[in-house]
């Protein structure tokens, strides 16, 4: 056993093991658990001879690197006692007994076998990662620990997990390891530095790291290890850095990469020389990279993001948290005492969030949710997480697969005789609301069980099994392959800042030659490669013999079998640089680098923001190839619609798949209740200013709002603007029956639309002209139009003189509401505005009087107005009547 600090916590770990079936191991990195725990679980008592110890690793890299690590320690090689069983590559005999295995496979063998028989203890190295697969592992795990092997042992080891809570959820006993080996120097970046630095991440690091690597070289002994947050950034730094000089190696990290080039990078150098090792996030956790002695780290990750309202999973460039900072910078001291650069401030690492967000929480959830059917739990909380699938991801995640065939609908668990066929769908019908509450997950088809044993997340194994059914297996396993994988094109020019072409026939056309498909591009050889491993693999799934000629790749209808794996994002040309969704999201697409004349698309990926998403993988469709594949999703519906150009309602007759119009007719005589609908959806659009508001019109709303709010309840509702906006289509809709434009709409007196919102018939409008009288007759004889505009203060605005002998304020509301007096003057302007008309005779009308008899000596202006004869008539033509 190699001398490293995890080996004294392993007494303590055993004995928890040997108590109970569940553990926690906190170690930091550098501790050694990957390397110790699984050799000291070997030799456990409880261990049957002929049970296996499996080791879960997040990442094939890492699983192949501890089990060549642990097979060195035991004096074997790989295949023996320990062996690795990864995708697409294994290396295990019957002699096996540690398996170092992705999470992934986990799953499958827990699907094939819930008692897992073969199996004593299963270890979820690096746990503190939250995969979405670590996670459903362990939910399935703990559920067959429960009612299948009380004896199974779940082991759980982490650097960073906050392992107390882990231990209270389980419950299991948490055992700590010590720490480091060596002490680690870190330094960040002064502020002044790193303002100098361009804000967007992928300059910024082209810019500091390969300066802060010749610096670690310079300053430091041992190889250089820098965490970059994807392969563009790889290759950005390596260029940058050109030549290190005639003693260093440079050397790129990433999963992509062949495996002999990652073994590479993993190596001791060569006696006498250095290496520098650009990587991803792939070094972070389980590998020792013997002779690195600095790591610069460069603060970033490319995670994916999950958007459930498109449907869409995009890479982000996201901070890098607290705890994978502190793995990243463990690397520094695994073998010797080390440096750390940060490429951020101090006080930017405290800004920095301190775990990632469970993968659970932000991925696409369609093979989680297979997963569950295929295990039988009915709802998601029939299993133990850590974290719960958010319920709105997962009913999404859940109607795909219904539409993609792989789940029964819930209605039809009543009716067995209904549930034939339903794996052979390959439609979408519009999308429906998601629901609140955590899903109910009905039974998988075997269409969907055999998308499982594809080993494809569910998009790309439905592509595959539907495009066997139709007869293009060879092309549908290998575009299949294609989407899976990173791009295999890339442009000959390195620097170039070009999008690459999206058209997916062109990266069919270079797998089935080996050549890039046009001039200016190049081909990445090794994803090539992997690209056909993963084809070669798939068509051994299906029983396909022999090798898949250019002729059945580049002949097969690739915008079909695209739209098989994507039935929602299927689009139509809206103009040349842009495509409409059948969800109705538009994106960008230079169809010319598609295809000019081609009318419709299925779109595989898409890149850009939110805002302006853009496709960058798409095939283009027939029609005819779309009508049949899509027919029971095609719907005939009248669209009904008002144009402002010429103010008339103009209808036509649409055949439609969700958003896409395949064709449209014109309607000549379009039922009356789309056109109501049409008038009214551009009212309530452009205002009820276009309407016919005439004085009477205005005035009766503004006395039925002044009624409203002073008697109020059901019997009076509200007449104020925004109420009769909402409620348009109950007040005018009757009354617009049969009219086709806004010219007839505005000839329309809104008078008995208005009135007929009341509820109590003729009784109740004789009852607002007593509340709300139109208009007051004044002692003069005048009937005068009363002002609601203001529902609080109703005006009367009328001529002093033919209020003379008038003593109280005059009142509406049935007394309880005094009008607001507009005292005008003989000319009609306003003298005086008053509530107590009374004051006003004993004290206003005098100052009144004194500015205006000069200028209308004409009209009476006498000394005693409460005792005058009320008159609008001048005083000769008053005298002589």
């Known amino acids: 056993m190699p001398d490293l600090p995890v080996v004294a916590a392993l007494p303590e770990l055993l004995a928890a093991l040997a108590a109970g079936p569940r553990a926690v191991l906190e170690a930091p990195p550098g501790a050694g658990k990957t390397t110790v725990v699984p050799l000291a679980l070997l030799a456990a008592a409880w261990r049957p001879a002929a049970q296996k110890i499996l080791v879960l690793e997040p990442r094939q890299l890492a699983a192949r690197a501890a089990a060549a690590r642990l097979a060195e320690l035991l004096g074997e090689p790989v295949g023996a006692t320990v062996g690795y069983r990864v995708r697409l590559d294994s290396r295990v005999s019957a002699a096996t007994r540690i398996e170092v295995i992705t999470e992934g496979i986990l799953i499958r063998m827990l699907q094939d076998d819930p008692a897992l028989e073969d199996v004593a203890c299963v270890v979820f190295d690096e746990f503190h990662e939250r995969s979405l697969n670590a996670d459903l592992g362990l939910a399935l795990a703990l559920d067959a620990q429960a009612v299948l092997r009380p004896e199974l042992r779940l082991l759980l080891m982490s650097a960073t997990l906050e392992a107390q809570r882990l231990g209270q959820w389980l419950p299991a006993p948490v055992v700590s390891s010590a720490g480091f080996l060596h002490p680690i120097e870190t330094h960040y970046l002064s502020p002044r530095q790193a303002a100098g630095l361009p804000h967007k991440p992928s300059e910024r690091l082209a810019e500091a790291a390969p ?414 190839e779309l009508e049949e594949a899509f027919a029971d999703q095609i719907a005939t519906t009248d669209e009904v619609r008002f144009d402002p150009a010429t103010g008339r309602v103009a209808g036509r007759r649409l055949r439609r798949l969700g958003a896409l119009v395949l064709a449209e007719t014109n309607l000549t005589q379009p039922e009356p209740a789309l056109v109501v609908a049409a008038l009214l959806g551009y009212l309530q659009q452009a205002g009820l200013g276009k309407l016919n508001w005439t004085d009477g019109a205005r005035q009766l709303q503004q006395r039925l709002q002044f009624v409203h709010q002073l008697v109020g309840g059901e019997a009076w509702p509200a007449f104020d603007e925004t109420t009769l906006l909402a409620e348009l289509p109950a007040w005018l809709g009757p009354h617009l029956a049969s009219l086709r434009s806004l010219e007839q709409v505005q000839r329309l007196d809104l008078s008995e639309p208005l009135l007929a919102r009341l509820p109590g018939g003729w009784a109740q409008r004789q009852e607002l002209n007593r509340l709300a009288p139109a208009a007051l007759e004044v002692p003069s004889g005048s009937l005068i139009q009363l002002d609601y505009q203001d529902a609080a203060a109703p005006v009367l605005a009328v001529k002093l003189q033919e209020l003379f002998g008038l003593t109280e304020t005059p009142t509406v509301g049935g007394g309880r509401v005094p009008l607001l007096l507009h005292l005008l003057s003989p000319g009609g302007r306003p003298a005086q505005v008053t509530r107590d008309l009374r004051s006003f005779w004993e004290k206003g009308y005098f100052e009144v009087r004194k500015d205006l008899k000069g200028r209308y000596p004409k009209h009476p202006w006498p000394d005693k107005p409460m005792e005058h004869i009320p008159t609008k008539l001048t005083k000769k033509r008053l005298e002589s009547s």
Request: with cysteine.
């Open 211 to 624: 300066a802060q690597v010749r610096q670690a070289l310079a300053d430091h002994a041992g190889d250089v290890l820098v965490f970059l947050p994807g392969v563009a950034d790889l290759q950005r730094v390596e260029k940058k850095l050109g030549t290190l000089g005639p003693d260093v190696d440079l050397h790129l990290l990433h999963g992509e990469l062949p495996l002999e080039v990652q073994n590479a990078a993993l190596r001791p150098a060569s006696v006498g020389r250095r290496k520098v090792i650009l990587a991803t996030s792939i070094a972070e956790t389980s590998l020792t990279i013997e002779g690195v002695r600095v790591v610069v780290d460069g603060g970033f990750a490319r995670v994916p993001r999950f958007v459930p309202r498109t449907g869409f999973t995009t890479l982000e460039t996201v901070p890098v948290a607290r705890a994978a900072a502190d793995q990243r910078r463990g690397r520094a001291g695994r073998l010797a005492s080390g440096t750390c650069y940060r490429l951020w401030t101090e006080a930017e690492h405290h800004q920095l969030p301190a775990h990632r967000p469970p993968e659970i929480q932000t991925a696409d959830l369609s093979a989680l949710a297979l997963e569950l059917a295929l295990w039988g739990a009915q709802e998601a909380a029939a299993l133990r997480w850590l974290d719960a699938p958010p319920p709105a991801a997962l009913a999404q995640a859940r109607e795909l697969l219904v539409r993609l065939g792989a789940l029964e609908r819930q209605e039809e668990l009543a009716d067995s005789s209904e549930l034939a066929g339903s794996g052979a769908s390959a439609q979408l019908p519009p999308p429906t609301p998601l629901p609140s509450s955590p899903p109910t997950l009905s039974k998988p088809t075997p269409h969907g069980r055999a998308l499982a044993r594809l080993g494809l997340p569910p998009r790309l194994g439905h592509l595959v099994a539907r495009g066997h059914a139709l007869g293009h297996g060879h092309a549908a396993a290998a575009l299949a392959a294609l989407l899976a994988e990173r791009d295999l094109l890339r442009w000959a020019t390195p620097a170039d800042p070009r999008p690459l072409p999206p058209d997916l026939r062109l990266r069919l056309e270079a797998l089935a030659s080996g050549r890039p498909p046009l001039p200016g591009l190049a081909l990445h050889h090794a994803t090539l490669q992997r690209v056909r491993d993963v084809a070669r693999h798939l068509r051994g799934r299906l029983g396909l013999k022999g090798e898949a000629t250019a002729p059945l790749l580049t002949e097969a209808p690739l915008g079909l079998l695209t739209a098989l794996a994507y039935p929602d994002r299927l689009a139509q040309r809206e103009a040349p640089d842009r495509l409409r969704l059948v969800t109705g999201q538009r994106v960008s697409l230079r169809t010319e680098d598609v295809d000019a004349q081609a009318p419709f698309f299925a779109v595989a990926y898409l890149a850009g923001t939110a805002a302006a998403p853009r496709a960058t993988l798409a095939a283009p469709l027939g029609r005819a």
